[in-house]
């Protein structure tokens, strides 16, 4: 079996005392060390770009146009369908 090592290399970075305990206490909640909880979130945010639909219900969220709109009957899926006109 043919399988590729990523190389990696040693790198400093200044942070706050608070942002290091944070980082911490969420790397402990998924069972991580410290090291591969930062590489997990840096991978994420910097090859996981939202496409174009995921976008564009940000920004329909984020604007407020559905603030009028009935809300969603959750107790089921046939009832959210319903809800929803379907």
Known sequence: MDMEIALKKNQ?????????????Q???RQNRSL??????????AAY???NAVTLE???EAASG?????PA???SSVEAMEKSMGL
């Open 35 to 44: 090291n591969n909880y930062v590489e997990t979130v840096l991978l994420d």
């Open 72 to 74: 969603l009957n959750l």
């Open 48 to 50: 996981h770009e939202p």
């Open 26 to 28: 969420l790397a402990k």
């Open 12 to 24: 400093s970075f200044r942070l706050s005392v608070e942002l290091i305990d944070r980082l911490k």
């Open 57 to 59: 219900a940000m920004e």
């Open 65 to 69: 146009r559905l603030r009028n709109e």
